[in-house]
């Protein structure tokens, strides 16, 4: 078993656990690990560590195993966790949070797909207000290295009319593009 010193790890991530307090409005240290919010979530099953385990981790200066963690990535924002919690923990935005953080770190490290979705999707949003599921599936595969990912569900579906080749644009376009700008520019 690996042995971790916790006063260590704690002096190391010190500044980083200020931050995300700071940025998510959330204390990771309130957490009294009932494992309620893990009790609920509908996709702990794909987690490498399930909600509880993460904030238990996050008090003990685990960051980087945090920051490396497919959980981060794979939470579905649901907020179960987040009503379920006693001690009022808002767990989804800290997982928001540590998405963002992750991010800007650039900390892909087993979720590298799921940076390639999020990319294509917000870009998608960007230029149309709206998703164009050919633009997601061709920028995913092409960004994954899958070319093929996806072809047996994306032709039957595009030949019964179901996708269109090409993107529409929302109405408003002017102000989602101004808007897209700025949320891009404030979290640079
Ligand atoms: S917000 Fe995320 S961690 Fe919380 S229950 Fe939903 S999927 Fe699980
Ligand atoms: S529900 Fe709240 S207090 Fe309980 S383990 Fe999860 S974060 Fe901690």
């Not at 685990?62 to 919690?85: G, P």
């Amino acid at each position: 078993m690996r042995e971790i010193n916790v006063t260590q790890k704690l002096e190391k991530s010190k500044d980083f656990l200020r931050k995300l307090q700071e940025e998510s409005g959330q204390d990771p240290g309130q957490c009294f690990q009932c494992m309620k919010c893990t009790g609920g979530c509908p996709v702990q099953f794909a987690m490498d560590y399930p909600p509880s385990q993460i904030m238990r981790m996050l008090q003990d200066g685990l960051v980087d195993e945090v920051l490396n963690s497919f959980t981060i990535w794979t939470c579905a924002t649901c907020s179960t966790c987040t009503a379920r919690c006693p001690r009022d923990i808002d767990i989804a935005q800290l997982m928001d949070t540590l998405r963002v953080m992750a991010f800007h770190k650039r900390r892909f490290n087993k979720a590298k797909n799921m940076r390639v979705f999020h990319t294509v999707f917000m870009d998608s949003i960007g230029s149309h207000g709206r998703l164009y599921e050919v633009g997601l599936a061709l920028g995913l595969n092409l960004g994954t290295g899958n070319l093929l990912q996806d072809t047996d569900i994306g032709l039957p579906m595009f030949m019964k009319g179901k996708l269109s080749l090409l993107p529409h644009n929302i109405k408003g376009m002017n102000e989602i593009k101004r808007l897209y700008d700025y949320a891009k520019k404030i979290g640079e």
